[in-house]
């Protein structure tokens, strides 16, 4: 519940940065800013599986620790931490990240930013490498069940942003200085939350992994992450290379629809990752009966809106972002249905991953994927192929996760044995 509360603000921290920056800017600088911003959080996204290997990685050494102490008896001396801190590993993916965007960045950003504009991939690379950070410590706290931190964390980046950007947009339009005020939140959240619990957060950071196997896992959990990002935070940056730089006002209106239409589902579930991680490590026997729960809760839930949407998206987004919003209410809702189904994504990886499975779970996401790009060159229009594309591709990555579940049986993972590997 606490996690869900700091979700439900930082969900509405993101609509009224949306809403501001789209009536104070409209739909043209709305497009610029929602192409840094994809970038930005496409760099995120890939960084979530850091997050979701932190989460699996100390969640596994507490529950090690925890059966060798049930084992040796409650009057036992107190264990030793693990071989590796995930502090020190972040603060090398830190480096790495931030070279690899900057080195990459003439490749996409004035194509997709515009040339005056390109600069903003600087502050990409700054607030990605950032992010290295809070991803590990997020981590940490959700496989060391340190809800409190965690939902901490989750709701103050999402306070600071608003708070950064609408007193940005106050006094200036200026588009390097909203960048500042997104990356800001990474490194303040992340010291405040540090300093209410410093000793359990560097503690609980060791575990019981070797180096050479967190690599591993992180490399194949971000693979499967890079294909979740360009499906969600890195979506409106691949449509921005089928309207190109000129066209940042019909982009402005597709990325609103989508960021708004997915929001409902996509938020909470990617707040919960980490917290279903831990609870299908930590209860595995359970894995079948949550899932199946999981998803026709998903199901349910979409269904309601679809139909509000069906019924009432269109005359409100007019009235609450302007005459410069033109997509009719079908688009809408396909883009809603779409959501679902990438919603039933992250459960069925969360539960795959939960299993060591990491190239079953990075297969699922980059079928995903692979099948949504494609769809993006079907000839029709571009927001009905958007959607199309985001229906598709996940179905797909769904039925790779689920026929591998199945696979999979009532097969139970050893928490001691996989971290003594």
């Known amino acids: 519940m606490l996690i869900l509360g700091a979700t439900v603000i930082s969900g509405i921290a993101g609509y009224v940065v949306t809403w501001s920056v789209f009536t104070s800017l409209g739909a043209a600088g709305y497009g610029v800013f929602a192409v840094f911003w994809s970038a930005l959080f496409l760099v995120v996204g890939i960084l979530f599986g850091l997050q979701q290997e932190s989460t699996r990685a100390t969640a596994q ?177 691949v449509l921005s290379f089928f309207t190109g730089p000129s066209d940042h006002a019909a982009l402005g209106s597709l990325v609103l629809a989508v960021t708004l239409t997915r929001a409902p589902i996509l938020i909470p579930l990617t707040a919960l990752s980490s917290f279903m991680v831990s609870r299908f490590s930590h209860h595995p026997e359970r894995t079948g009966r949550t899932v199946a729960v999981l998803l026709a809760a998903i199901a349910a839930f979409i269904v309601v809106l679809c139909l509000a949407s069906w019924l009432w998206a269109e005359p409100i987004m007019h009235l609450v972002f302007g005459p410069e919003f033109a997509l009719p209410s079908g688009v809408l809702v396909a883009l809603i249905a779409s959501s679902g189904l990438i919603g039933a994504l992250f459960v069925t990886g969360s539960a795959v991953l939960a299993r060591n499975a990491h190239g079953l779970y990075a297969a699922g996401w980059l079928v995903a994927s692979v099948v949504t790009l494609a769809m993006l060159f079907v000839p029709i229009d571009l927001p009905l192929r958007a959607a199309l594309a985001l229906a598709a591709g996940p179905a797909a990555g769904l039925v790779v996760h689920l026929t591998g579940l199945r696979g999979l049986g009532l097969r139970r993972v050893s928490p001691a044995r996989d971290v003594a590997a």
């Not at 303040?188 to 609980?204: D, G, H, K, Q, W």
Request: aromatic content about 6%.
């Open 61 to 237: 050494t507490v529950v090690a620790r925890r059966d060798s102490q049930t084992a040796q008896g409650t009057a036992s001396s107190r264990t030793s931490p693990g071989r590796e801190s995930l502090w020190a590993f972040a603060a090398v993916v830190a480096l790495v990240v931030g070279v690899a965007v900057i080195s990459t960045s003439v490749l996409w950003a004035a194509p997709s930013l515009g040339a005056a504009n390109a600069g903003l991939a600087w502050l990409v690379a700054l607030g990605g490498a950032l992010n290295c950070l809070v991803a590990a410590a997020s981590g940490v706290m959700a496989g060391a069940g340190m809800w409190r931190h965690l939902a901490s964390i989750v709701a103050l980046d999402g306070i600071l942003r608003v708070a950064g950007v609408v007193g940005v947009l106050s006094f200036s339009h200026d588009l390097v200085l909203l960048a500042i005020a997104v990356i800001a939140p990474f490194p303040i959240s992340l010291a405040i939350v540090f300093l209410s619990a410093p000793r359990a957060l560097m503690e609980n950071a060791r575990v019981a992994i070797g180096i050479r196997a967190l690599i591993a896992n992180t490399g194949r959990t971000m693979l499967a992450a890079s294909a979740t990002a360009v499906l969600i935070n890195g979506f409106p940056l």
